[in-house]
């Protein structure tokens, strides 16, 4: 009954509306636009156009932003096409009174309810909701220069910890330019003489209207309120790295943090490492490997950071997932051309992650559930507005999917993982803070009763920051960490546990300087050591074919000092120019072989030994890493950028796969393996179009690499005391170009489409030993070619619907071109190394996002996702490997780890 009596109010109070009464001023037109406006902004504008007063539950209406336009259109029509794609419906109280509800509310107790309320003033817009409003004057009327431009200038800081905003927008309302914070929080902006009104916007944050009366120039600072993170997170002008026309810098992507949580997911899973390969020029061999290659790179030239510590291992589940988990973090950018002269050590790209700090006002968390795992996050003021606490953690239960596999062996494997981190945040004074934190991560995996790996990284981690005067802010930070690994044979004869990691420690000091409105310095210093920690084999169990072996490794220190200068000449022209200067040595304790002069380095050619003592410097590097970009506006909407890069690489990894396993080992540079050094140049070219709502970039890059590692074929790279004798010092050369078209804002659909062409080769020095003859081969990763592509489609805002597919070419393997047969026995030729290729990889995935985050205000709000990975069950190899049979010539087997549709499902609560 009560079904019938709301849908019969629905059909007589909605759909028969327009004849209620000719006078109704549902009947009058009007026309209006609304650019960026969530539905109570939307609303309100309606009540002065249209001489109505509409009643809702400001709590119960999206405040997602769109855009709204119509012209000459009654207000019936243009709240049925207002409210109905946003699952909202109205129903008329009087001639000039309108109850707005969501379509499930559509009863007459709830509707009598809303009335009452509205009628007797008792319902308000939550604070949150509201803009901050100020006033601010500067000058006297009477004694005003006659001027038609007044400049103002200042700071925007968080009101609570007083701390500068970087990246916040700052513009005139109805004005489209505006202007960006730098990385202090300061601004300069020119308005006309007079009233203005002045509106500031960044992510996270209420945005701040600002009443202005300027008579001259003269300067204001304006706080911002933060605005709870629960709400969930919305993308604006104020993300510094993503605002590719403004920003000086070449190749800079920022992944927001909620698309990573709307991207279809594999088993349930956001994760930041496999949203990366949605951007061009990123890719990763297939699925399940691990880590990522930038524009061609090797997996090791990517400096991966967490809260600016080093993680050597992002991978759980073999690389399945990777170890971030999305419900801490803030922040993710990827530097994959101009590099800040802050980072060195890594040649392709740095990766920066940013873990958000504790709540400071009030206590929140969330708990969610996938397929693959748990996981549930708590924080909250500990000392309200002075110390807060952010904790979470993850843990997998994914054997229950392993008991579905054909084979016995994957019925009896195993697989785990779990992270977890806690981090205190002190606000100190006025606006100094220090934060410090503690993460770690475990992963277990076994296959069968045959072979396994365990790994994991243990990362502490301080951070200070302190104002120095009002132009000046100085970052002090220490860490250290331990990356350990063990690969085991649990049951054979030969049963063992082989272990080795790596532990590091780093210190840094950077001061960000901002002299006048053109010029913005940072400079610093950081000292890196690195010690590796010695493979050691054990038997398993006491009856063992297996010896006790232990190789000890490498270690390395870095001292850097660096300065970087963002300065703007005029409105259309800006240069970053940095350089790094770098001292390295490696130390002991070290038994160096020295072998044979000009000989090649062979075990038989070792004809001594040196050793060092603890701490007794071995060999030393150096040298100085410049770094300059160069941006030229050609109009508010279109700019052209060129930039060069050096940087140098004193630790590499060991590894002659594709995808690298856990025990594969880092080694630091010694007298035998130099650090790699390469040079980037980059132009670009970037514009946005139609009200911004779309963005074009392109880029064109050439990049050589001198000293890289080239393994020989068939190295012996574990327990190997003279790891040098399997590496050849090899160049690499990479060159293509990226372009991207992405859709940033829309009712209905967003997403982009980007294309990728990458060449990347290697080649050795001639004589003997030489790969491939000493000629120029594909590296690795030579993917040529590369598309993705992503579409969004918005059913209403809590609601949406997303699409991903990714092309890739195969990437090389080495595969025999001719076979012999030699007394009976079949022998293969392989005549030059990567010669074949693996078959293009195609994947398609879809995702169902509800979130009600969006949506609700208060309360627990619940989120769930639904992905099918794969969707079209394309069999993507993983590798082909050659087997012969005996008495038979070698015949190619694929591997794929993911060969068909996997759904999933995923849900989180948040309170």
């Known amino acids: 009954m009560k079904i ?31 650019k960026s406006k969530n539905i109570y902004e939307i609303l309100s504008g ?70 009452t309320r509205c009628v007797n003033g008792t319902i308000e817009l939550p604070e949150m909701l509201q803009p901050l409003k100020l006033e601010k004057s500067i000058g006297d009327a009477n004694n005003a220069v006659k001027s038609s431009k007044i400049r103002i200038s200042g700071q925007i800081s968080d009101q609570d910890s007083g701390e500068g905003i970087a990246g916040a927008v700052i513009f005139v309302n109805g004005v489209n330019s505006g202007q960006q914070t730098n990385a202090i929080g300061q601004y300069r902006l020119d308005v006309g003489s007079g009233a203005s009104a002045l509106s500031v916007k960044y992510i996270g944050y209420r945005e701040t209207q600002i009443a202005l009366s300027a008579w001259e120039d003269g300067t204001i600072d304006i706080p911002m309120a933060p605005m709870p993170l629960g709400l969930g997170e919305v993308l604006v002008e104020g993300n510094r790295a993503s605002n590719k026309t403004n920003n000086v810098q070449t190749g800079v992507e920022a992944l927001p943090v909620s698309l990573v949580k709307e991207l279809p997911k594999l088993l349930g899973e956001s994760d930041v490492i496999r949203s990366l390969n949605t951007i061009a020029g990123v890719s990763n061999v297939s699925d ?10 090797n997996l090791d030239q990517n400096l991966t950071l967490q809260d600016d510590a080093p993680l050597f291992n992002t991978a759980h589940v073999l690389g399945l997932f990777s170890v971030y988990n ?25 990766l920066d992650v940013k873990l958000r700090d504790g709540d400071f006002t009030q206590w929140r968390g969330n708990v969610g559930i996938s397929m693959a795992s748990g996981r549930g996050r708590v924080e909250g003021p500990l000392i309200k507005k002075r110390l807060s606490v952010l904790a979470a953690v993850r843990r997998s239960y994914a054997n229950w999917m392993l008991q579905f596999t054909d084979l016995a062996e994957g019925r009896e494997s195993r697989a785990l993982f779990y992270d977890g981190i806690v981090k205190l945040t002190a606000r100190i004074g006025e606006k100094s803070s220090l934060a410090v934190s503690a993460y770690q991560s475990r992963d277990y995996f076994r296959y069968g009763q045959q072979y396994g790996y365990g790994w994991g990284n243990l990362v502490f981690n301080a951070t200070y920051r302190h104002p120095i005067g009002e132009r000046a802010v100085s970052v002090i930070q220490v860490n250290s960490g331990r990356y350990n690994a063990n690969y085991f044979d649990p049951s054979s004869t030969n049963n063992f546990n082989l272990s080795n990691g790596i532990d590091y420690r780093n210190a840094s000091w950077r001061v960000v300087f901002i002299p006048n409105s053109r010029h913005e310095l940072s400079y610093g210093a950081n000292w890196n050591r690195n010690i590796g920690r ?52 490696n130390f002991g304790p070290k038994t160096l072989r020295i072998y044979e002069p000009g000989a090649h380095l062979t075990n038989e050619n070792i004809i001594d030994s040196v050793v060092y003592s603890g701490n007794k410097t071995v060999k030393t590097y150096g040298g100085l890493e410049p770094r300059i970009s160069l941006a030229y506006k050609l109009d508010d909407r279109k700019s052209l950028k060129i930039s060069y890069n050096r940087a140098k690489q004193y630790i590499h990894q060991m590894s002659n796969l594709a995808s690298p396993t856990p025990v594969d080992i880092w080694q630091v540079s010694n007298t035998y393996v130099r650090p790699q050094t390469g040079d980037q140049f980059d132009l670009g ?17 050439y990049k050589r690499i001198q000293d890289v590692p080239v393994f020989k074929n068939l190295p012996n790279l574990l327990l190997n005391p003279n790891i040098e004798t399997e590496i050849l010092p090899g160049n690499g050369r990479a060159h293509g170009f990226e372009i991207s078209a992405k859709k940033n804002t829309a009712v209905r659909w967003t997403g982009w489409v980007n294309y990728t062409w990458t060449r990347t080769f290697v080649r050795t020095p001639t004589g003997e030993g030489a790969v491939n003859n000493g000629d120029w081969y594909p590296s690795d990763f030579d993917q040529p070619h590369q598309v993705n592509c992503y579409a969004k489609y918005a059913f209403n805002p809590s609601i949406t619907a997303g699409f991903n597919y990714t092309y890739r070419t195969g990437r090389p393997i080495s595969a025999p071109d001719r076979v012999y047969s030699v007394g009976g026995i079949v022998v293969p030729d392989y005549s030059s190394r990567n010669n074949a290729r693996i078959p293009d990889y195609h994947r398609l995935d879809f995702s169902l996002n509800i979130d009600q985050n969006k949506a609700r205000i208060s309360g627990t709000k619940f989120s769930f996702n639904i992905s099918i990975y794969n969707l079209l069950g394309r069999n993507n190899p993983f590798s082909v490997y050659f087997e012969r049979l005996p008495g038979s010539y070698p015949k190619a087997y694929s591997l794929s780890v993911i060969g068909a549709a996997i759904p999933s499902i995923g849900m989180d609560a948040t309170f």
């Open 326 to 350: 999305t419900d801490v973090v803030q922040s993710v950018t990827l530097y994959k051309g101009h590099v800040p002269a802050k980072y060195g050590g890594r040649l392709a790209s740095v």
């Open 46 to 115: 309606l009540e002065t156009t249209y001489n109505v007063r509409f009643c809702n539950d400001p709590e119960l209406l999206p405040w997602y932003k769109l855009d709204y336009s119509f012209t000459n259109k009654t207000l019936h029509e243009v709240l049925k096409g207002l409210l109905n794609k946003n699952t909202l419906t109205y129903v008329p109280l009087n001639d000039s009174l309108i109850a707005v509800c969501r379509i499930q509310d559509l009863q007459s107790a709830y509707i009598k309810d809303l009335r």
């Open 685 to 701: 070219y970037s514009t946005d179009w139609k009200d911004r709502k779309w963005e074009i970039t392109a880029d064109v890059f």
């Open 534 to 585: 010695p493979e050691i084999r054990t038997p398993k169990q006491d009856i063992s074919a297996t010896s006790y072996q232990n190789v000890p490794k490498d270690r390395g220190e870095e001292f850097a000092l660096f300065g970087e200068d963002e300065f703007k000449i005029n409105d259309q022209f800006k240069i970053s120019a940095g350089i790094r200067g770098v001292f390295y040595r």
């Open 288 to 297: 399940g490997a691990t880590g990522f290659n930038v524009r061609g790179g």
């Open 4 to 34: 019938k009596t709301t849908l019969l109010l629905y059909f007589i109070l909605f759909w028969s509306i327009p004849t209620l009464s000719a006078q109704s001023r549902l009947n009058n037109s009007a026309s209006g636009t609304y």
